[in-house]
C-alpha cells in the first residue's frame, strides 16, 4: 500500500510499505478515506520527536471497516468509523476513569498518550501500529478505539476531525473551568485554537477573545463570532483587559504548545505564551493547556528551557489563584457528543480545513504547513482520491 513515511528531519515520502494484517482478535483494518496534517505531526516532520525512519506517520484518521478480528463484537465490515489519535484499552484503571488519552495498558512507562504513528512529544516509542496516512490501518482494541459514524460519505471532512482537534479544542475548554456565560482568552489561532474558540461558543461563552499574529487565522476568529487580538497592536493581556473593563477573562487557553518561536524566528521563547495567559486571565480564574510540551528540542531552544522545562512566572500564577489544568485530550469523553452536533448540523467543524489533498501530494504539503504558507491551515488528505 502507499504511505507517508519519516525519513528525516524536515523529509516525508509517499511509498510502497507492507498492507497491515489482523495481528490479534481484537483488531481491525479499516480503509482509509481521510486523514489529517496535524500541527504535532509538524514535531516528527522537523526530527524533533526521535521518531525511526520509515515510521508511517499520521494520527487523525476516518475511514471503512475492511476486516474485522475473530474477537471484535461492535464493528462490521462496511462501517464507517473514526479513530480517536490516543490508542486505549478500555480496561485499565484510567480508561475506567474515563482518562483513555493517558491509558496505562498501551504506554505503561508513566507517559500519557500513544498516538497512531509515534509520539510528537518524544519517549514514547514504538508507536502501538503504524499510522494512518496511508491507504490502510490497523487499529487494535478496535471496539474501543473506533467511533462508528453514519454511513455514506456525508460530513467527511467534519467527522474526520473528531480524530484529534475538534474534542482537543473542547478539552482545553473544560481543563480551563470554562462555563456558560464565562469569558475565555485563546492564545493561538491554528486548527486547535480555532476548534478551542468554536467549543467555547458552543458552549455559551460570553466573549471569546484569539490572540494570533497572523491575519488570515484572525479573520477566520471574526468569522465565528470571536474577538480577533492582534499582537502587533500591542501586548495581547493589556488589549484584552482593556477590552474587559480592565478585569482579564475567567478563563484561558494555551493551543500554542512549548516551544514558542520568537517574533524574530531566531531561537524560542519556551513559556511565552503562559506567561501571557497569567497575565490575562483574572484572579481565581482558570488555565487550561492541552497543546505539547516536546521533551526534545532542535538547535537554537534557549539553555534554560531544558528538555520540557517552562520558565513561567509562578508567583503571579500562586499570587492570583489560578488554577492550570494540562493534559492532552481524551477524545472518546467527549467524541459521541460532538459527533452527534455534526449529525445534527448542529457544529461544522471543517470551517478550519483549507485543503483536501490526494495522499502523494503530502509531501509538498507538510512542506507548506511547516513554513505556515499563507492559506495552509488544516490539510485532510484523500489516500482514494487521483
Do not use: W
Not at 196 to 211: E, M, N, P, R
Not at 261 to 284: C, I
Not at 340 to 348: M, Q
Not at 360 to 368: C, F, H, I, K, V
Request: proline fraction near 9%.
Amino acid at each position: 500500500m502507499r504511505a507517508v513515511v519519516y525519513r528525516r528531519p524536515f523529509e516525508v515520502a509517499v511509498e510502497e510499505v507492507p498492507d497491515p494484517r489482523i495481528e490479534q482478535p481484537n483488531d481491525v483494518i479499516v480503509r482509509v478515506t481521510s486523514t489529517c496534517i496535524c500541527g504535532t505531526d509538524l514535531y516528527l516532520y522537523e526530527g524533533r520527536a526521535g521518531v525511526e525512519p520509515g515510521t508511517v506517520v499520521g494520527h487523525e484518521n476516518l475511514g471503512v471497516v475492511e476486516e474485522v478480528g475473530a474477537g471484535v463484537t461492535a464493528l462490521e465490515q462496511g462501517d464507517r468509523v473514526v479513530m480517536p489519535f490516543t490508542v486505549a484499552c478500555g480496561f485499565c484503571r484510567n480508561c475506567r476513569a474515563g482518562s483513555s488519552g493517558s491509558c496505562l495498558t498501551v504506554t505503561p512507562a508513566g507517559r500519557a498518550g500513544s498516538p497512531y504513528g509515534g509520539s510528537p512529544y518524544g519517549g514514547v516509542t514504538p508507536a502501538p501500529c503504524a499510522g494512518g496516512q496511508a491507504e490502510y490501518l490497523r487499529v487494535p482494541y478496535a471496539d474501543v478505539n473506533c467511533l462508528p459514524l453514519p454511513a455514506g460519505t456525508d460530513h467527511e471532512s467534519d467527522y474526520v476531525l473528531l480524530s484529534d482537534v475538534f474534542p482537543t479544542g473542547y478539552h482545553g475548554c473544560r481543563l480551563a473551568g470554562l462555563s456558560p456565560g464565562g469569558t475565555v482568552a485563546v492564545y493561538g489561532a491554528g486548527p486547535v485554537g480555532l476548534m478551542a474558540a468554536y467549543c467555547a461558543l458552543l458552549c455559551g461563552a460570553s466573549g471569546v477573545f484569539v490572540v494570533d499574529g497572523r491575519p488570515e487565522r484572525l479573520a477566520m476568529a471574526r468569522d465565528i463570532g470571536a474577538v480577533a487580538v492582534d499582537p502587533s497592536a500591542g501586548d495581547p493581556a493589556q488589549q484584552i483587559r482593556d477590552l474587559t473593563g480592565g478585569e482579564g477573562t475567567d478563563t484561558g487557553v494555551d493551543a500554542v504548545g512549548f516551544p514558542v518561536p520568537t517574533e524574530t524566528g531566531d531561537g524560542e521563547e519556551p513559556a511565552a505564551v503562559l506567561d501571557q495567559l497569567v497575565r490575562t486571565v483574572r484572579p481565581t480564574g482558570g488555565l487550561g493547556v492541552p497543546g505539547p510540551c516536546v521533551r526534545r528540542g532542535p538547535d537554537g531552544v534557549v539553555p534554560d528551557a531544558g528538555p520540557g522545562t517552562l520558565l513561567v512566572t509562578i508567583g503571579t500564577l500562586v499570587d492570583k489563584g489560578l488554577r492550570l489544568g494540562t493534559g492532552r485530550a481524551d477524545a472518546r469523553r467527549y467524541d459521541r457528543q460532538l459527533r452527534d452536533l455534526i449529525t445534527e448540523g448542529r457544529a461544522r467543524p471543517s470551517f478550519v480545513v483549507s485543503h483536501e489533498l490526494p495522499l502523494d501530494e503530502a509531501p509538498n504539503a507538510y512542506q507548506m504547513v511547516d513554513q505556515r504558507v499563507d492559506g495552509f491551515t488544516k490539510v485532510v488528505l484523500r489516500p482514494d482520491a487521483a
